[in-house]
């Protein structure tokens, strides 16, 4: 039986297609109802399928707290929930903002991709994404480097006495 058109269709397909644009993603349906985003066989997306009520599932290390925020979204289910991971269902006929998971569709994949590949990101798009939230380096501070080793002053040799 075919499956009828959901006005999340669009905003489905966008989804997926921004996902898929990645390096090494692919698509991966671990079980029937879903078509998820993977890297290296490890699912950085959950996506419903066309036609299903809208859902996303993503691994957000750094914004899982301010995504919990929203109305539409839980810890993901399982225990995913425990590693950051969380589901966002908004009701039927709001506007699925796409942008924003488009956010955390990348935030994902850094967090499960391979690091040569988050790397080959700037190679493919010419330009590195920020990723969320990311922490600055650390500079060390002058207090813990090591002091520079002193030279020793060059001292003049005597010349040598004339036994006479």
């Known amino acids: 039986m075919a499956r009828k058109a959901s006005s999340s269709d669009a905003a489905l397909e966008e989804l997926r297609?921004?996902?898929l644009a990645y390096p090494g993603a692919h698509t991966k349906s671990p079980w029937p109802g879903?078509?998820?985003?993977?890297?290296k066989d490890k699912t950085f997306a959950y996506l419903t399928m066309a036609g299903d009520p809208f859902s996303i599932g993503c691994k957000l290390p750094q914004s899982s707290t301010v995504a919990l925020m929203?109305?539409?979204?839980?810890?993901?289910?399982?225990?995913l929930g425990k590693s950051g991971w969380v589901t966002a269902t908004p009701?039927?006929?709001?506007?699925?903002?796409?942008e924003m998971f488009k956010e955390w569709i990348d935030e994902s994949y850094r967090a499960q991709a391979p690091?040569?590949?988050?790397?080959q990101l700037l190679t493919d798009i010419g330009v590195a994404r920020p990723a969320a939230n990311k922490p600055a380096t650390k500079k060390k501070s002058a207090a813990k480097k090591k002091p520079a080793?002193?030279?020793k002053p060059a001292t003049?040799?005597?010349p040598a006495s004339k036994k006479k």
């Open 34 to 39: 879903h078509a998820d985003l993977a890297v």
């Open 149 to 151: 080793a002193k030279k």
């Open 70 to 79: 929203l109305p539409f979204t839980q810890p993901t289910p399982y225990g």
């Open 91 to 98: 009701p039927p006929g709001h506007k699925i903002p796409v």
């Open 17 to 19: 297609a921004f996902g």
């Open 156 to 158: 003049k040799k005597k």
């Open 115 to 119: 690091k040569g590949l988050v790397k």
